[in-house]
């Protein structure tokens, strides 16, 4: 038998004898007996103390509780003996503005040195300038540039169209304007909505809106071209705050009058421009076509959206008879004057 | 006395593990103690815990329900607990229950694989009676093997997913499997033999419908169960060794457990009999692999040489005053065995695992499938993805079979058996809220036939509505085929009805006169319960169905402008 064989069975009888028990080599040192006993505790206790920190009974806790804001009031009370609506007619955009803006306060009054400046123009649909859907970019290149005279320190740009923005704010011609310009571009993402808070809205009391551009905004001014519309019978300043909007807004179809007056209600923008360079006079908002659009020579600045529209209507569409049902809405709930013959107005030829 | 190895009196075990307790040399061991060493507790505590989970199953139904916690295990389940944790910053409901399982794991190790997991109850039961290994190869076929990481990149891809807002747990949480094979598999395979064969044994656990219930996923559960438990035949506890997330999880937590086997290289002789039995493959013959053992105390049992013992706080390197007789002088690997360059590529795997579920269209608020129609109580869909467990407790609660797990092509990969209703199949009966009740995550919120109603305190926000019904006047039976029906206004169970009709006198090809009811819908007092499309006699393709759209859980999928949200 060698010698491992013999120091194996000796071994194994020896271990027979005895039973195993803990010899003094086997125990832990006290050092790491806390350790380790004290790392039980601690991970017991930690998740029993994290469990009771988000426990939720109910299930509440977990639906996401989404922010809500509100839009400020970016109304400027208009200079004594200012006009409502300034109208001015001719082919100058520069010119044009300058008067119809100067009609209603000038732009010095509306535009503080510094301020940050959100500009909305309508840019819905991949149509090319011609065809009058969506606003004409050399007017809202020449307001970028008044706005910038009148000393705004940031100048932005903002829509949420309906075709895909990329195509829309490039094929308008709107994404050049507004580089040219020197102004800056907002295009939605789906992290640029947040939930607004309308209070006192029929149908919007919270919807979700394009804010991301509207975050340290001082003034905002939109600027919206004038179209025929199917169902709202006409598309101007007061319609061009959809385009702010997010969320299932196919839905607006169903009261487009109460969702019209609800944007106005929404919007108290520091004034607007309705550009009536070209009209679309048919087959809107969308057009297509350019017997559709009517060369119109007409650049309305008002500090009523009411009745800035209202003039648009029956003055630049010439349609007779009631005025869409949603100014008619507003009127009512004191948000603008949509009689706009007994408004103050300068109307003038200039260029 | 002897074990049958040959040796004289080198053979006895301590009190408590002993087949023979020790010092008795050529005495029998009392019958007691025989009958209660641990590792025949163990098995009296799986058949129990095995037995409980069936009879949680069985009384998943209306009439049995009483106030039993029938999702139990899936509560206390804390792979579930603490990845609904992860991705809705939350604990619901009883998931708090999980600290049952969490605190225990954290002194003894894995003790759930072996004494209370169902599943792996039943592949250690079916890998028992199918064995067919020789001692030999059984010691082979137990040796730990790189394989057995795969469960642990499961995890982590699990954990990131949840992370991300998509919890995929319950396609491989064996609790979960487990409750989906129940459910859509064998209780309506018992279904099928009552209503086929009749009597016992079949009545014993007789369903609760008149007809047996039918699901789109069953021959898909049933494959997944079949192969994984038919695995064991080739690799003993294959699924549990090598695939469960939540055996996984609970090794990561044995890494810090006080108890573990531990070997005296003193006694050990290296015989490797100790891995004959053993379930986890975690090499109690060299150094342990804590995370690996399932605790089961078999290879105690097995070893010739009292060389193993369940201790506390065991030395990983004892001062030795002996020599060693082993020669593998380690005792301990604690942590799982996945190397650091694995685990980050793991990481990547989770990051790229996100994309490839959640890109699907069929969970999009653009394109989600319209008959994707979630039980009542649902929360939005980002939401229901980030805590629905698949694990089909509300399928199986189900009194009408109107909800299924959700194919692939309606829900994506994603999606996937998660629960939505065929209203073909039932409908959505007005005043039972069951599936709310059982789901353990709160996917479905627990209501009550107040707020699923709108009545009383929830008047104000109005019924939950799972979608919107339609009708096909082309196969309308009023509208096109001048015959006389709507059954579905008459069991329209909402009042005043959402279904309305245009009465109208016509005559008919034959000179008969006849009115004729054609029915129309009011889409604000619709609730989706669907019973008007099951009771439908245009029995092929209805001509009136339910689709998702006009749900009240969220403004994404609504209908109308003046939509109410619940």
Same mark, same amino acid.
């Given at each position: 038998?060698?010698?491992?064989?013999?120091?194996?069975?000796?071994?194994?009888?020896?271990?027979?004898?005895?039973?195993?028990?803990?010899?003094?080599?086997?125990?832990?040192?006290?050092?790491?007996?806390?350790?380790?006993?004290?790392?039980?505790?601690?991970?017991?206790?930690?998740?029993?103390?994290?469990?009771?920190?988000?426990?939720?009974?109910?299930?509440?806790?977990?639906?996401?509780?989404?922010?809500?804001?509100?839009?400020?009031?970016?109304?400027?009370?208009?200079?004594?003996?200012?006009?409502?609506?300034?109208?001015?007619?001719?082919?100058?955009?520069?010119?044009?503005?300058?008067?119809?803006?100067?009609?209603?306060?000038?732009?010095?009054?509306?535009?503080?040195?510094?301020?940050?400046?959100?500009?909305?123009?309508?840019?819905?649909?991949?149509?090319?300038?011609?065809?009058?859907?969506?606003?004409?970019?050399?007017?809202?290149?020449?307001?970028?540039?008044?706005?910038?005279?009148?000393?705004?320190?940031?100048?932005?740009?903002?829509?949420?169209?309906?075709?895909?923005?990329?195509?829309?704010?490039?094929?308008?011609?709107?994404?050049?304007?507004?580089?040219?310009?020197?102004?800056?571009?907002?295009?939605?993402?789906?992290?640029?909505?947040?939930?607004?808070?309308?209070?006192?809205?029929?149908?919007?009391?919270?919807?979700?809106?394009?804010?991301?551009?509207?975050?340290?905004?001082?003034?905002?001014?939109?600027?919206?071209?004038?179209?025929?519309?199917?169902?709202?019978?006409?598309?101007?300043?007061?319609?061009?705050?959809?385009?702010?909007?997010?969320?299932?807004?196919?839905?607006?179809?169903?009261?487009?009058?109460?969702?019209?007056?609800?944007?106005?209600?929404?919007?108290?923008?520091?004034?607007?421009?309705?550009?009536?360079?070209?009209?679309?006079?048919?087959?809107?908002?969308?057009?297509?076509?350019?017997?559709?659009?009517?060369?119109?020579?007409?650049?309305?600045?008002?500090?009523?959206?009411?009745?800035?529209?209202?003039?648009?209507?029956?003055?630049?569409?010439?349609?007779?008879?009631?005025?869409?049902?949603?100014?008619?809405?507003?009127?009512?709930?004191?948000?603008?004057?949509?009689?706009?013959?007994?408004?103050?107005?300068?109307?003038?030829?200039?260029? | 006395?002897?074990?049958?190895?040959?040796?004289?009196?080198?053979?006895?075990?301590?009190?408590?593990?002993?087949?023979?307790?020790?010092?008795?040399?050529?005495?029998?061991?009392?019958?007691?103690?025989?009958?209660?060493?641990?590792?025949?507790?163990?098995?009296?505590?799986?058949?129990?815990?095995?037995?409980?989970?069936?009879?949680?199953?069985?009384?998943?139904?209306?009439?049995?329900?009483?106030?039993?916690?029938?999702?139990?295990?899936?509560?206390?389940?804390?792979?579930?607990?603490?990845?609904?944790?992860?991705?809705?910053?939350?604990?619901?409901?009883?998931?708090?229950?999980? $600290?049952? @399982?969490?605190?225990?794991? =954290?002194?003894?190790? *894995?003790? +759930? #694989?072996?004494?209370? &997991? /169902?599943? !792996?109850? %039943?592949?250690?039961?079916?890998?028992?009676?199918?064995?067919?290994?020789?001692?030999?190869?059984?010691?082979?076929?137990?040796?730990?093997?790189?394989?057995?990481?795969?469960?642990?990149?499961?995890?982590?891809?699990?954990?990131?997913?949840?992370?991300?807002?998509?919890?995929?747990?319950?396609?491989?949480?064996?609790?979960?499997?487990?409750?989906?094979?129940?459910?859509?598999?064998?209780?309506?395979?018992?279904?099928?033999?009552?209503?086929?064969?009749?009597?016992?044994?079949?009545?014993?656990?007789?369903?609760?419908?008149?007809?047996?219930?039918?699901?789109?996923?069953?021959?898909?559960?049933?494959?997944?169960? $079949?192969? @994984?438990?038919?695995?064991? =035949?080739?690799?003993? *506890?294959? +699924? #549990?060794?090598?695939? &469960? /997330?939540? !055996?996984? %999880?609970?090794?990561?937590?044995?890494?810090?457990?006080?108890?573990?086997?531990?070997?005296?290289?003193?006694?050990?002789?290296?015989?490797?009999?100790?891995?004959?039995?053993?379930?986890?493959?975690?090499?109690?013959?060299?150094?342990?692999?804590?995370?690996?053992?399932?605790?089961?105390?078999?290879?105690?049992?097995?070893?010739?040489?009292?060389?193993?013992?369940?201790?506390?706080?065991?030395?990983?390197?004892?001062?030795?005053?002996?020599?060693?007789?082993?020669?593998?002088?380690?005792?301990?690997?604690?942590?799982?065995?996945?190397?650091?360059?694995?685990?980050?590529?793991?990481?990547?795997?989770?990051?790229?695992?996100?994309?490839?579920?959640?890109?699907?269209?069929?969970?999009?608020?653009?394109?989600?499938?319209?008959?994707?129609?979630?039980?009542?109580?649902?929360?939005?869909?980002?939401?229901?993805?980030?805590?629905?467990?698949?694990?089909?407790?509300?399928?199986?609660?189900?009194?009408?079979?109107?909800?299924?797990?959700?194919?692939?092509?309606?829900?994506?990969?994603?999606?996937?058996?998660?629960?939505?209703?065929?209203?073909?199949?039932?409908?959505?009966?007005?005043?039972?809220?069951?599936?709310?009740?059982?789901?353990?995550?709160?996917?479905?919120?627990?209501?009550?036939?107040?707020?699923?109603?709108?009545?009383?305190?929830?008047?104000?926000?109005?019924?939950?509505?799972?979608?919107?019904?339609?009708?096909?006047?082309?196969?309308?039976?009023?509208?096109?085929?001048?015959?006389?029906?709507?059954?579905?206004?008459?069991?329209?169970?909402?009042?005043?009805?959402?279904?309305?009709?245009?009465?109208?006198?016509?005559?008919?090809?034959?000179?008969?006169?006849?009115?004729?009811?054609?029915?129309?819908?009011?889409?604000?007092?619709?609730?989706?319960?669907?019973?008007?499309?099951?009771?439908?006699?245009?029995?092929?393709?209805?001509?009136?169905?339910?689709?998702?759209?006009?749900?009240?859980?969220?403004?994404?999928?609504?209908?109308?402008?003046?939509?109410?949200?619940?």
């Amino acid at each position: 038998m060698s010698d491992e064989q013999q120091f194996r069975t000796e071994r194994r009888k020896e271990n027979a004898a005895a039973p195993r028990e803990r010899l003094p080599g086997e125990w832990p040192t006290r050092r790491e007996f806390i350790k380790r006993v004290g790392a039980f505790a601690l991970a017991a206790g930690g998740t029993a103390a994290l469990w009771k920190a988000l426990r939720d009974p109910e299930g509440e806790r977990g639906k996401p509780q989404e922010p809500v804001f509100r839009l400020k009031n970016y109304r400027v009370a208009p200079p004594t003996g200012a006009k409502v609506l300034g109208v001015a007619r001719g082919s100058r955009y520069d010119l044009m503005l300058k008067m119809a803006i100067g009609a209603i306060g000038g732009i010095e009054h509306f535009i503080r040195p510094g301020d940050v400046v959100l500009i909305k123009p309508n840019v819905a649909f991949d149509r090319a300038p011609k065809l009058g859907a969506t606003t004409n970019p050399e007017v809202l290149g020449a307001l970028i540039r008044l706005v910038r005279e009148a000393g705004a320190s940031e100048i932005r740009v903002a829509d949420n169209p309906i075709e895909s923005p990329e195509n829309c704010f490039a094929k308008t011609g709107i994404a050049d304007a507004t580089h040219q310009a020197g102004a800056k571009l907002y295009m939605p993402t789906p992290a640029s909505f947040e939930m607004l808070e309308v209070p006192g809205a029929k149908l919007i009391a919270r919807w979700p809106f394009f804010y991301r551009p509207f975050r340290g905004v001082e003034k905002v001014i939109g600027i919206a071209p004038i179209k025929d519309h199917n169902l709202c019978h006409a598309s101007m300043t007061t319609k061009n705050w959809y385009g702010l909007l997010g969320g299932r807004r196919n839905q607006f179809h169903q009261d487009i009058h109460n969702i019209v007056a609800d944007l106005a209600l929404m919007m108290a923008p520091t004034f607007v421009v309705l550009d009536a360079s070209r009209v679309l006079l048919k087959n809107g908002p969308t057009g297509g076509d350019l017997s559709d659009v009517m060369e119109g020579h007409t650049l309305i600045a008002a500090t009523d959206q009411i009745a800035a529209d209202a003039f648009g209507f029956s003055e630049i569409l010439a349609r007779k008879g009631d005025l869409p049902q949603y100014l008619y809405h507003a009127r009512d709930r004191g948000l603008g004057n949509p009689d706009w013959r007994s408004v103050a107005i300068k109307e003038e030829q200039v260029g | 006395m002897s074990c049958g190895c040959g040796k004289d009196g080198g053979c006895e075990k301590p009190v408590f593990f002993a087949k023979e307790p020790p010092g008795t040399n050529g005495v029998k061991a009392p019958w007691w103690m025989k009958a209660f060493r641990i590792t025949r507790v163990r098995v009296f505590s799986q058949a129990f815990f095995f037995g409980l989970f069936f009879f949680f199953i069985y009384v998943t139904w209306f009439s049995r329900l009483k106030g039993y916690p029938v999702s139990l295990f899936l509560e206390v389940d804390p792979l579930v607990g603490i990845a609904t944790a992860i991705a809705t910053h939350t604990v619901y409901r009883h998931l708090v229950w999980s $600290l049952w @399982l969490i605190i225990p794991t =954290l002194l003894l190790g *894995r003790w +759930f #694989c072996n004494w209370m &997991c /169902p599943y !792996g109850t %039943l592949h250690q039961f079916i890998g028992w009676l199918f064995n067919t290994r020789r001692n030999i190869d059984k010691i082979a076929i137990n040796r730990y093997r790189s394989i057995f990481q795969l469960k642990y990149i499961i995890l982590v891809v699990f954990i990131l997913l949840a992370a991300f807002g998509s919890l995929q747990i319950g396609l491989l949480d064996p609790i979960c499997i487990m409750y989906r094979t129940f459910t859509t598999g064998i209780a309506p395979a018992n279904d099928l033999a009552v209503s086929s064969i009749g009597g016992a044994p079949w009545q014993l656990f007789k369903p609760g419908t008149e007809e047996y219930r039918v699901f789109y996923a069953t021959w898909f559960v049933g494959l997944v169960f $079949l192969g @994984l438990v038919g695995m064991n =035949l080739v690799i003993p *506890r294959f +699924f #549990c060794r090598v695939l &469960c /997330p939540l !055996g996984a %999880l609970l090794g990561f937590l044995s890494r810090f457990a006080l108890w573990r086997i531990d070997r005296d290289v003193t006694r050990c002789t290296d015989c490797n009999l100790c891995l004959a039995h053993c379930e986890g493959a975690s090499d109690p013959q060299a150094a342990l692999r804590k995370s690996e053992c399932f605790v089961c105390f078999n290879c105690i049992d097995d070893c010739p040489e009292d060389a193993l013992s369940f201790r506390f706080l065991p030395v990983k390197k004892p001062v030795l005053t002996r020599q060693p007789l082993s020669k593998l002088p380690e005792t301990e690997v604690a942590w799982p065995a996945l190397p650091r360059r694995q685990l980050l590529l793991t990481g990547v795997l989770g990051v790229l695992a996100y994309p490839l579920v959640r890109l699907s269209a069929a969970v999009n608020p653009r394109a989600f499938d319209k008959k994707a129609i979630r039980p009542p109580g649902s929360v939005a869909e980002p939401e229901f993805l980030e805590r629905c467990i698949k694990c089909d407790q509300c399928i199986n609660v189900c009194p009408t079979n109107v909800l299924q797990p959700a194919t692939l092509m309606q829900a994506g990969l994603e999606g996937l058996w998660t629960p939505v209703m065929d209203m073909r199949i039932g409908f959505c009966q007005l005043n039972c809220t069951l599936c709310s009740e059982v789901c353990p995550t709160g996917a479905i919120q627990k209501i009550s036939t107040e707020k699923k109603l709108g009545v009383g305190r929830y008047a104000a926000a109005g019924p939950i509505s799972v979608g919107t019904a339609f009708f096909n006047h082309g196969r309308c039976l009023p509208w096109a085929m001048e015959t006389p029906c709507v059954v579905c206004e008459e069991v329209c169970p909402v009042s005043p009805k959402a279904i309305g009709t245009y009465d109208e006198q016509v005559k008919r090809w034959d000179g008969t006169m006849v009115i004729l009811n054609k029915p129309y819908m009011r889409p604000e007092l619709c609730i989706g319960c669907g019973i008007c499309e099951h009771e439908c006699p245009v029995a092929d393709d209805k001509a009136v169905y339910v689709t998702a759209v006009g749900e009240t859980r969220s403004k994404d999928r609504s209908l109308l402008l003046r939509s109410r949200q619940t």
